[in-house]
């Protein structure tokens, strides 16, 4: 006959066996999709203008973006569940640092110096092989100013597994509350209309769990 003590450690037993299964499918199950941008000198984020004197271009230094593919192994994207891309606001460099310093005061650099975007819903549209596209709508961040985008990514699954995302995304400055400025006393005036372009590449993170 079995004792009330043995009852409790079968039970004990049976509830630690089905906590360590649910531990264990979660862990997979957040790892399964989960990607970073990789060290590939090929992630280049651009912001492209234009004044009445010439067009300019700023490159964004190091960003740094997670995003989270629901996806099986050699297989496209069903859904993106989430993606928070963020640059320093003075990591933009153009070719004059005096044209970066202007820039950084006209963004509110010292104030807020995260340019941010992040995800509140995303459609997955597979195409031809190893090809998709994301309408991805989110929260974009700048001078402390948030709008509402929806970008177009084109997205591209590598033979290694790793994703290619790219696409432009064309914004204003009014837009987000920042005035465009003009300089050598209004010979030159920035225009309202950017345009930022992005080629990012994620690399699928690898989650080792070791269960003694």
Same mark, same amino acid.
């Given at each position: 006959?079995?004792?009330?003590?043995?009852?409790s450690?079968?039970?004990?037993?049976?509830?630690?066996?089905?906590?360590?299964?649910?531990?264990?499918?979660?862990?997979?199950?957040?790892?399964?999709?989960?990607?970073?941008?990789?060290?590939?000198?090929d992630?280049?984020v651009?912001?492209?203008?234009?004044?009445?004197?010439?067009?300019?271009?700023?490159?964004?230094?190091?960003?740094?973006?997670?995003?989270?593919?629901?996806?099986?192994?050699?297989?496209?994207?069903?859904?993106?569940?989430?993606?928070?891309?963020?640059?320093?606001?003075?990591?933009?460099?153009?070719e004059?640092?005096?044209?970066?310093?202007?820039?950084? +005061?006209?963004?509110?650099?010292?104030?807020?110096?995260?340019?941010?975007? +992040?995800?509140?819903?995303?459609?997955?549209?597979?195409?031809?092989k190893?090809?998709?596209?994301?309408?991805?709508?989110?929260?974009?961040?700048?001078?402390?100013?948030?709008?509402?985008?929806?970008?177009?990514?084109?997205?591209?699954?590598?033979?290694?597994?790793?994703?290619?995302?790219?696409?432009?995304?064309?914004? +204003?400055?009014?837009?987000?509350?920042?005035?465009?400025?003009?300089?050598?006393?209004?010979?030159?005036?920035?225009?309202?209309?950017?345009?930022?372009?992005?080629?990012?590449?994620?690399?699928?993170?690898?989650?080792?769990?070791?269960l003694?």
């Amino acid at each position: 006959m079995k004792t009330k003590h043995q009852h409790s450690y079968k039970v004990i037993k049976l509830l630690s066996c089905i906590l360590l299964i649910s531990f264990v499918c979660a862990v997979g199950a957040k790892a399964q999709g989960a990607y970073k941008l990789s060290s590939s000198a090929d992630n280049v984020v651009k912001v492209l203008g234009s004044s009445n004197v010439h067009d300019w271009t700023m490159i964004a230094q190091n960003p740094v973006c997670e995003a989270d593919f629901a996806s099986t192994a050699g297989d496209i994207p069903k859904a993106l569940k989430s993606f928070a891309f963020s640059v320093d606001a003075k990591s933009l460099k153009s070719e004059h640092s005096s044209m970066d310093d202007r820039t950084y +005061k006209t963004i509110k650099a010292d104030e807020f110096p995260k340019i941010t975007f +992040k995800l509140t819903a995303a459609t997955v549209i597979p195409g031809a092989k190893d090809k998709f596209t994301i309408n991805a709508t989110g929260n974009l961040t700048i001078a402390g100013v948030t709008k509402v985008i929806t970008l177009q990514v084109n997205g591209d699954l590598r033979s290694d597994n790793t994703i290619t995302c790219s696409g432009s995304q064309k914004i +204003k400055l009014t837009d987000f509350k920042i005035t465009p400025p003009s300089f050598m006393l209004g010979a030159m005036k920035v225009k309202d209309d950017l345009t930022i372009q992005y080629n990012l590449n994620f690399k699928k993170q690898q989650i080792v769990s070791q269960l003694n």
